[in-house]
């Protein structure tokens, strides 16, 4: 072909699937934790106690704090926009509309609920401001502004897309920030992933078809962990630069979700349920950071303790408390404030799990058997 003839032949082929995917579905439902949560908290104003709705949590692409725990997009919002969705509303917004999608997702958010936690002691370690099974009630509570009778809502959320997750990453902080043994973590994984299921299996039950259902980041390359644990660890991969244990546990979570899930498809032929993967592609921003225009360093956080400490990240001057400090190219890390994760990092996430190759299957290829 010649170059011109190439060209507008993969402006149109750009332009068709564009339009095939903004009429893929009516609306998209998220659920999760500070990984996606698009300022649930913040609807009644920015709560004093919550740095990460403070400035420069924004700084990159709303060009200010939406409570939104990067600088600017999440995976979320990247999905929504190649559907050609507007950017899901935080599901406690007063004024916004929900038909065509709500982020029922919340900083802070478990699997489990608080009585798990208070029944081993680690009551006071968890936040619980809305857990999986809290998030799956405020659902229920927003439906008669979508839909008005059961038949009806079946139809309607058959058009949907679900997105289920990330769920986990703050039940095993739980234990983990306790100073608890690495054991106990592990024993909390099959209740995290039966949580998970049972969730997946209401939604189906409600008329969900389309699911997207993410694992757990590899922990142990982040900030936060390297800083509280490394000293402590023996397990420190001088290759990788990640926390072998802290990893494992991620890994771990993450295969047996992907059992949960299989076994799901088995019941529920008529559902399509994706595996997405924030495991691999973090590993790859470890493993080889130029391939993503990432510095060639440990992994220091952008937003941080102003150049304190190896990675960037000290408890007392997290992102967004009064003596931290952004980076001058945020594009140029993957890991945002330590916890979370730069706009930079979560677009090539949200990419990976629409085209392939970090979902199975990838999102756009996800199509009724
Ligand atoms: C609700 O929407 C109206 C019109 O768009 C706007 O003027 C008003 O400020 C909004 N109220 C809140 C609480 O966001
Ligand atoms: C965090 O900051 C405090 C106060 O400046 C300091 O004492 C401590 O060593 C720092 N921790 C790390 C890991 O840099």
Do not use: W
């Given at each position: 072909m010649k170059p011109s003839i190439l060209v507008s032949f993969l402006l149109l082929s750009s332009i068709l699937?564009?339009?095939?995917?903004a009429e893929k579905y009516a609306a998209i439902y998220n659920f999760g934790d500070s990984l996606v949560d698009a300022g649930n908290l913040c609807v009644n104003g920015i709560p004093a106690y919550l740095a990460t709705a403070r400035w420069p949590y924004g700084m990159t692409f709303f060009g200010y704090p939406t409570g939104r725990c990067s600088?600017?997009?999440?995976?979320?919002?990247?999905?929504?926009?190649?559907?050609?969705?507007?950017?899901?509303?935080?599901?406690?917004?007063?004024?916004?509309?929900?038909?065509?999608?709500?982020?029922?997702?919340?900083t802070g958010a478990t699997a489990l609920d608080i009585g798990f936690f208070e029944a081993r002691g680690l009551g006071k370690t968890i936040w619980n401001s809305g857990s999986l099974h809290t998030q799956l009630q405020w659902f229920e509570?927003?439906?008669?502004?979508?839909?008005?009778?059961?038949?009806?809502?079946?139809?309607?959320?058959g058009k949907c897309l679900f997105i289920v997750g990330e769920f986990g990453g703050n039940d095993y902080n739980s234990p983990l920030f306790a100073g608890r043994d690495m054991m106990e973590a592990h024993t909390m994984i099959p209740h995290v992933i039966e949580s998970i299921s049972s969730a997946i299996e209401k939604l189906i039950e409600q008329g969900a078809?389309?699911?997207?259902?993410?694992?757990?980041?590899?922990?142990g390359c982040f900030p936060?962990?390297?800083?509280?644990?490394?000293?402590?660890?023996?397990?420190?991969?001088?290759?990788?630069?990640?926390?072998?244990?802290?990893?494992t546990l991620s890994w771990v979570h993450n295969s047996m979700l992907q059992r949960a899930i299989h076994r799901l498809r088995d019941k529920y032929p008529a559902a399509r349920i994706v595996y997405a993967d924030y495991y691999t592609p973090v590993v790859q921003f470890m493993l080889q950071p130029e391939k993503y225009g990432f510095h060639k360093q440990l992994p220091k956080a952008c937003c941080g303790a102003g150049g304190q400490g190896i990675y960037n990240f000290n408890l007392t001057y997290k992102c967004g408390d009064p003596g931290s400090v952004a980076c001058e190219d945020p594009a140029k890390h993957w890991s945002w404030d330590g916890i979370h994760l730069t706009e930079a990092a979560y677009g090539f996430i949200a990419k990976g799990w629409l085209n392939g190759p970090f979902a199975d299957p990838p999102i756009m290829r996800s199509q009724r058997r």
């Open positions: 699937s564009h339009t095939f995917a600088d600017g997009r999440l995976v979320i919002d990247y999905i929504a926009q190649a559907f050609g969705l507007p950017l899901l509303p935080p599901s406690k917004a007063k004024n916004a509309t929900f038909e065509r999608g709500a982020n029922f997702a919340i509570e927003m439906k008669p502004s979508v839909c008005s009778s059961p038949q009806e809502c079946k139809e309607f959320f078809v389309d699911l997207v259902v993410p694992g757990v980041l590899p922990i936060v962990y390297l800083t509280l644990f490394r000293a402590k660890e023996d397990g420190y991969g001088p290759q990788s630069g990640c926390l072998r244990k802290f990893n």
